[in-house]
């Protein structure tokens, strides 16, 4: 399975960005999707996460600013970047944690990572 992210590139404050994961290959179940960014010097953080159950999780710096949103297959995961900063620029990584078979153990997947810089 890979995970395809497009979406990132560079915007000015206050500006948006909206990001797209799609994963090729199949799962046979998905118990979470979201997006982590790891700025340079800094650890991979989570952004924004929705479970299988539909509730979704935010970190607090993007509360109110992006929204994860999933098609009801989860195929494909996107975060909606409103009003960014500065301090959002970062590589963003798209993340699946899912079974291939019914029998495999829950596994975590990435994404290449898609680069996201706010700047004037």
């Known amino acids: 399975v890979q995970l395809v992210e497009s979406g990132g590139g560079l915007v000015q404050p206050g500006g948006s960005l909206r990001l797209s994961c799609a994963a090729s290959?199949?799962?046979?179940?998905?118990?979470?999707m979201g997006w982590y960014r790891q700025a340079p010097g800094k650890q991979r953080d989570l952004v924004a996460a929705?479970?299988?159950?539909?509730?979704?999780n935010y970190d607090d710096s993007v509360k109110g600013r992006f929204t994860i949103s999933t098609d009801n297959d989860k195929n494909w995961v996107s975060l909606e970047m409103n009003s960014l900063k500065p301090e959002d620029t970062a590589v963003y990584y798209c993340?699946?944690?899912?079974?291939?078979?019914?029998?495999?153990?829950?596994?975590?997947?990435w994404g290449q990572g898609t680069q996201v810089t706010v700047s004037s």
């Open positions: 993340y699946v944690q899912g079974r291939r078979r019914a029998w495999a153990t829950l596994s975590d997947y």
């Open positions: 929705v479970t299988s159950d539909g509730s979704t």
């Open positions: 290959g199949s799962f046979y179940s998905i118990h979470t």
